[in-house]
C-alpha cells in the first residue's frame, strides 16, 4: 500500500473537506496545519507517519496555547511578566538560582508558600505575578488577588450567598497570589477568613503573598494573637522567604 498522503488523500486533495472535518472535530491546531501542508504543496512530499506526526503536533501545541492563554485570563495578574524579566542581583537581594528553582514549579506541587517582602517599587508585584505566569506556562491554575479587594469580595458574598463558591474557589486553585498583605489590618471576620483560606491550602496547595510589611511585623497587622500565631505558624515557618531590597524600580522605567 503506498506510504503516501497524495495518494491516499487525493479525491479530497483539491478541496477543504478534510479542514472542515477537522473543524468540526474542534482540532483547529490539526486544521490549520493542514491547510498550511495543502497551500504549500508539502502533502505529497511526507509520509503518512510524518504527516500523523506533524499534524498531531500542531494540535498538541494549539491546545497547550489555548489553555495558556485561558488560565492567564481567569488569573487576572496585575502585570504582564515572565521570569525571563526578573533581575536578580546582589543588591535586590534576590539569587539567580533561587529564582530557577522557582522556575520549575516544584514549590507548587509540594504546596510549599513563598513570602515576598519589600519596599515600594521594589518589584514585588511583579516577581509574584511572573511567578504566576510561569505556574499558568506549567498548566496550574492561579488566582491573583489584592489582600483588600479580596476582603471585600469575600463581604459581598456572604450578602448575595456566593461566599462558599469563592472559598471554595481559593482552596482549589493550584497558586493563590495575594498582593499587598498587611496594608490594612485583619480584624474580625477578614481575619477568620483568612485563617480559613490559609488553613484549607496549608500543605496541599500553594500561597504567594507579598508586603510592603517587614515580615518581623506581620503579627502587628492582625488583632487576635492566637489567629495570628496559627495563620504565620503555616506560611512564615514552611514557606521561601524573600527580603527585596534596592531603590525604587519604578523611578527607573
Wanted: hydrophobic share 40%; glycine share 6%.
Amino acid at each position: 500500500m503506498p506510504n503516501n498522503w497524495n495518494y491516499i488523500f487525493k479525491p479530497l486533495y483539491m478541496t477543504t473537506q478534510i479542514e472542515h472535518q477537522m473543524q468540526s472535530l474542534r482540532l483547529h491546531g490539526m486544521a490549520r496545519a493542514w491547510d498550511e501542508l495543502r497551500q504549500n504543496r508539502q502533502l505529497s512530499d511526507l509520509s503518512i507517519n510524518d504527516g500523523l506526526t506533524l499534524l498531531l503536533q500542531a494540535e498538541i501545541l494549539n491546545k497547550s496555547n489555548r489553555r495558556f492563554d485561558r488560565l492567564i485570563r481567569n488569573a487576572r495578574f496585575r502585570y504582564q511578566a515572565s521570569m525571563e524579566e526578573v533581575i536578580c542581583s546582589a543588591a535586590r537581594n534576590l539569587d539567580k538560582s533561587l529564582i530557577e528553582e522557582l522556575s520549575t514549579g516544584d514549590y507548587i506541587s509540594k504546596g510549599a508558600p513563598i513570602l515576598i517582602t519589600g519596599a515600594s517599587g521594589s518589584g514585588k508585584s511583579f516577581l509574584a505575578s511572573a511567578l504566576g505566569h510561569q505556574a499558568c506556562y506549567l498548566g496550574k491554575s492561579v488566582s491573583y488577588y489584592n489582600t483588600q479587594k479580596l476582603n471585600a469580595k469575600l463581604r459581598l458574598a456572604k450578602i448575595d450567598g456566593t461566599y462558599t463558591k469563592l472559598i471554595e474557589k481559593t482552596a482549589k486553585t493550584d497558586l493563590l497570589i495575594l498582593d499587598d498583605f498587611g496594608l490594612k489590618p485583619l480584624e474580625g471576620q477578614e481575619l477568620l477568613d483568612m485563617m480559613e483560606i490559609i488553613e484549607d491550602r496549608h500543605g496541599l496547595k500553594s500561597t504567594i503573598i507579598a508586603s510592603q510589611i517587614p515580615f518581623a511585623q506581620w503579627y502587628d497587622v492582625m488583632s487576635e494573637a492566637t489567629i495570628a500565631e496559627a495563620i504565620l505558624d503555616r506560611v512564615i515557618h514552611t514557606g521561601f522567604k524573600i527580603e527585596l531590597k534596592g531603590s525604587n524600580l519604578r523611578k527607573k522605567m
